[in-house]
């Protein structure tokens, strides 16, 4: 499969096609370069993020450290001198107030794999007359773990365990341990849940997500007799490796039900709190594909999973839950806005004296950030305060001093404060403002942006796609060991759409000056003379048929823009390696060797575009597996990668053999899509949830965002290829 795989990627001779027209009056010039010098770039360059006034910005804290994928961040008990953050390959690093002095406090080995590692840290309360922490992680498996419950397409990837670890040098380390005091045996490698803490009554709190795979197929939400997708609740004030089950747990004394549970039917609390004053319990419960929500976790309390997914029967955006005896979440956000839900604090700090009681929350998947405000119905009013990086933002800290903090993946901590005046918002309202398209006729872009095509394009709904790149003067392109472009900050990237000649949407994808990037809707106007900044998504009629076209919002632009495909989507060699009409100088030559020629990367290209990593044009004259894997590559690639934001464990990078996709009879962790369950179940496209999810016409279509007309050339195409497929590797 290698050698097939390196076929596919690195082909003897490119296929040369014209994918653009030049001046309209004579046929363009096959030439070795497109342009002869680079175009300088005067006015296409980022801009400053827009302007939210919310009163509360993000101070960046601590940038010196280094610190590697951060989970948590807290304080010890008393002592507002030092902070401690975890590490998700299981160290916990200290480090002063000031920054100074980073420093291993712990490390444990941990299996890391799926959602596993180092999840949860607490200092036990007495800390520092009690020299323990108590930490939660998932680990190999040994003799002796309890089995996980055996359900369809389940194994036992790891054991999630509760441990007890001392310091017995005056708390300079945690040197002693572990003391195992509560093991898990997990069935799938997600939904572990992991967050410990302790509460205002001095019980030690567990979240344990429903064991992983969709749907909860072990039906462990709501079942007593697993500790799986429930919130435990256990004294630890017991002789080491022990714990006591406290005599109030509500299901102490209920035949066939595990003691420790406190409460029940939850999918996967990944973070959750105590407020510290009134002692409430907040937790954000990660949905599925139609709702993430924020619940209050009170004792023997049913939160509805898997029945239930928010207010709504599950996977519905319209059916009332309904179910009795399950308790209603304070508020749910819909996946245009959230994919998973970070819980966070109740804000007890002195800073913002206007959030003191508020609850602060976020998403990992978008980067927003919320304060819970209720309107004067009292109904629980979700306001947005910023938004970080999306796919960075793991959990959300309190000092002892009540302020939060949030922790991103990427090794960013920062505080939430307050701003000052906001500045003036001078972030383009019309395209024609934005510098990349020509002021006085914005369906000109200007100079500086080069027109690029891709070889496999991202399917939207059949649109008519216009792209450009625009690099500020100075600053180059540079290309990583996947042969991802890494765009340099101030970078813009541009792309038009147009259905039966009419212009309807231009995106802008800048890279702004924090190193993050952020995505921006322009909505022509009807003449077609400029088109208008959305500040949110929607929806509009564009056909006699009653077609739609979807703007995306900002946070669903960052749903497939993931940190892990590097921001962009088709700025990447294999895409880029085609040739291409330059309409500036009616030239037909390859992309990689003019842009090559211009200076445009940060270092020489190493090869030829003929010796280059190439992709497959979904109708072309490749072979049916390169046209396929391509596709993938290009549709769902961004997503389903290495910490790609995607469920499950597939990767559909083309670089990947079919063996380490990890999708050849694989089961589906999402649960059967129209009576699939494999993710590719060898010559049966109806067998295979690739297709099925390709044929979807409801909220299992993929790709989930900007897609409202299935794609019949990609349906066929996959399901051509997967009929192809005889045996799994």
């Not at 975890?86 to 406090?105: K, P």
Request: glycine share 12%.
């Amino acid at each position: 499969m290698v050698g097939v795989m390196r076929s596919l990627l690195w082909p003897v001779a490119l296929l040369g096609a014209v994918i653009a027209c030049g001046d309209g009056k004579s046929p363009p010039t096959p030439s070795p370069y497109g342009l002869d010098v680079r175009p300088t770039n005067a006015t296409c360059v980022a801009r400053k993020r827009p302007v939210v006034d919310t009163g509360v910005t993000l101070q960046r804290q601590w940038p010196a450290l280094a610190l590697q994928t951060p989970l948590y961040l807290t304080q010890a008990p008393g002592d507002n001198t030092q902070w401690y953050v975890m590490e998700r390959q299981g160290r916990i690093r200290t480090f002063a107030s000031d920054g100074s002095g980073l420093r291993e406090f712990a490390s444990l080995p941990v299996s890391a794999g799926g959602e596993g590692g180092l999840l949860g840290f607490a200092f036990h309360p007495a800390w520092p007359t009690k020299r323990e922490a108590y930490l939660s992680y998932t680990r190999a498996v040994t003799g002796g773990d309890p089995a996980p419950p055996a359900c369809q397409g389940s194994g036992n990837p790891f054991t999630s365990v509760i441990a007890r670890y001392q310091s017995t040098n005056n708390g300079m380390s945690l040197n002693l341990g572990p003391d195992e005091i509560l093991k898990v045996g997990q069935p799938y490698s997600n939904h572990n849940g992991g967050g410990i803490q302790f509460g205002n009554d001095g019980m030690l709190y567990i979240g344990l997500g429903d064991g992983g795979s969709g749907n909860d197929p072990c039906a462990s939400g709501q079942s007593l007799s697993t500790l799986l997708g429930k919130m435990l609740r256990i004294d630890v004030n017991a002789a080491a490796g022990a714990y006591v089950i406290p005599a109030d747990n509500p299901f102490a004394a209920t035949a066939g039900a595990r003691p420790e549970i406190w409460a029940l039917g939850l999918r996967n609390p990944w973070r959750w709190s105590f407020d510290r004053a009134a002692g409430d319990l907040w937790l954000g419960d990660v949905g599925q594909g139609t709702w993430e929500e924020i619940d209050v976790i009170v004792k023997g309390g049913n939160y509805g999973w898997r029945t239930c997914e928010g207010f709504h029967r599950l996977g519905s955006t319209t059916t009332l839950c309904g179910t009795a005896g399950t308790r209603e979440p304070v508020v749910t956000h819909g996946r245009g806005e959230a994919r998973s839900i970070t819980g966070g604090y109740v804000y007890r700090g002195a800073a913002m004296p206007s959030l003191v009681g508020t609850y602060i929350y976020g998403d990992y998947e978008t980067g927003n950030i919320w304060a819970l405000t209720y309107d004067t119905n009292n109904r629980a009013t979700p306001k947005l305060l910023a938004t970080v990086a999306a796919q960075t933002l793991a959990s959300f800290a309190q000092g002892n001093d009540g302020e939060v903090y949030t922790v991103q993946t990427n090794g960013v901590l920062s505080k939430l404060v307050p701003t000052a005046p906001p500045p003036p918002d001078d972030f383009p309202q019309l395209l024609s403002q934005t510098g990349c398209f020509d002021a006085k006729d914005p369906r000109k872009p200007v100079a500086a942006m080069i027109p690029f095509e891709v070889n496999s394009p991202l399917w939207a709904d059949a649109a008519d796609k216009e792209r450009y790149l625009a690099i500020p003067d100075g600053k180059t392109i540079a290309i990583n060991a996947e042969q991802d472009w890494e765009l340099p900050v101030g970078a813009v990237v541009a792309k038009g759409f147009s259905v039966a000649g009419k212009r309807l949407e231009t995106r802008l994808f800048m890279r702004h000056d924090d190193g993050g990037w952020g995505g921006y809707t322009y909505e022509w106007n009807e003449q077609g003379t400029d088109a208008t900044l959305l500040p949110a998504g929607k929806v509009k009629a564009i056909g006699a048929g009653g077609e739609a076209w979807a703007y995306p919002s900002r946070s669903q632009c960052m749903q497939c823009h993931s940190q892990a495909a590097g921001g962009t989507i088709g700025l990447e060699t294999a895409q880029l390696n085609r040739d291409a009409v330059y309409p500036s100088t009616n030239r037909l030559s390859n992309q990689l060797a003019t842009l090559d020629h211009i200076g445009l990367f940060s270092a020489p290209l190493p090869a030829a575009p003929s010796e280059a990593p190439r992709l497959a044009e979904p109708d072309g004259a490749e072979p049916l597996e390169a046209r396929a894997r391509s596709y993938l590559h290009a549709n769902c690639a961004h997503c389903h990668r290495p910490m790609g934001g995607g469920q499950g464990t597939m990767d559909l990078r083309i670089t990947q053999s079919l063996r380490d996709a990890k999708i050849c009879n694989v089961d589906n962790t999402q649960g059967q899509v129209e009576g699939a369950s494999k993710l590719l179940a060898p010559g049966a496209p109806q067998a295979s949830v690739l297709s099925r999810r390709l044929h979807a016409t409801d909220s299992k279509r993929m790709p989930p965002v900007g897609v409202s007309v299935a794609d019949p050339l990609g349906q066929k195409l996959i399901d051509d290829w997967i009929s192809s497929v005889t045996a799994c590797p």
